[in-house]
């Protein structure tokens, strides 16, 4: 049933005439896709920063507050301007994303990471400070940070993956990755 309502999410979507139009420009598509990139490494090289901080792999000398204070307000600005051109290169290309198994995993590791993230931040704001000059964060911390280098690790690996047809609705696959991959006109053949 979810299948079926992205599907038809996706379909409709696909109509509307500036998606078209998106998709088929010459280079307005990749502007936008370029953008998304860039924007991406800013975010996750802010990020990364801060984790590698909580884990005391970097910047150790640097007390942890001071160092999450610094980069949050150009992290959340390429996060902002990330999600923007995420939507658009969604909106270009509707229907086959929506079919596209990586995209689901990247969704589902991108909700993963955004609860990690409000947790971590909640954590962090809540904190005395007494671990501010410390050279590793508390282990909860340092697992809040792992965790996050790990997920968004794999938002960017299933990212880049959507490009590649590997398990597209069109090929001969299981029942399983049809199902997985939201295949739904091919699921209906094994009704």
């Given at each position: 049933?979810?299948?079926?309502?992205?599907?038809?999410?996706?379909?409709?979507?696909?109509?509307?005439?500036?998606?078209?139009?998106?998709?088929?420009?010459?280079?307005?598509?990749?502007?936008?896709?370029?953008?998304?990139?860039?924007?991406l490494?800013?975010?996750?090289?802010?990020?990364?920063?801060?984790?590698?901080?909580?884990?005391?792999?970097?910047?150790?000398?640097?007390?942890?507050?001071?160092?999450?204070?610094?980069?949050?307000?150009?992290?959340?600005?390429?996060?902002?301007?990330?999600?923007?051109?995420?939507?658009?290169?969604?909106?270009?290309?509707?229907?086959?994303?929506?079919?596209?198994?990586?995209?689901?995993?990247?969704?589902?590791?991108?909700i993963?990471?955004?609860?990690?993230?409000?947790?971590?931040?909640?954590?962090?704001?809540?904190?005395?400070?007494?671990?501010?000059?410390?050279?590793?964060?508390?282990?909860?911390?340092?697992?809040?940070?792992?965790?996050?280098?790990?997920?968004?690790?794999?938002?960017?690996?299933?990212?880049?993956?959507?490009?590649?047809?590997?398990?597209?609705?069109?090929k001969?696959?299981?029942?399983?990755?049809?199902?997985?991959?939201?295949?739904?006109?091919?699921?209906?053949?094994?009704?």
């Amino acid at each position: 049933m979810l299948n079926e309502w992205l599907l038809a999410l996706a379909r409709w979507l696909d109509t509307h005439e500036w998606s078209t139009a998106l998709h088929e420009s010459l280079y307005m598509y990749a502007w936008i896709e370029t953008t998304h990139v860039l924007t991406l490494m800013v975010f996750l090289g802010m990020l990364f920063m801060i984790d590698l901080r909580m884990l005391g792999l970097a910047f150790t000398e640097v007390p942890a507050s001071k160092l999450a204070d610094r980069l949050d307000r150009p992290m959340m600005l390429g996060f902002a301007v990330m999600v923007i051109t995420g939507f658009l290169l969604y909106y270009a290309i509707p229907e086959r994303t929506t079919q596209s198994i990586w995209f689901r995993i990247k969704v589902v590791l991108m909700i993963a990471a955004g609860i990690n993230a409000f947790l971590f931040r909640a954590k962090m704001l809540a904190a005395d400070g007494s671990w501010d000059e410390d050279r590793r964060a508390p282990k909860r911390m340092r697992v809040g940070a792992g965790l996050s280098l790990l997920l968004w690790a794999g938002v960017v690996v299933t990212g880049r993956s959507i490009a590649y047809d590997w398990f597209d609705c069109n090929k001969d696959l299981s029942y399983l990755m049809y199902w997985a991959a939201g295949c739904v006109d091919e699921l209906a053949r094994f009704e």
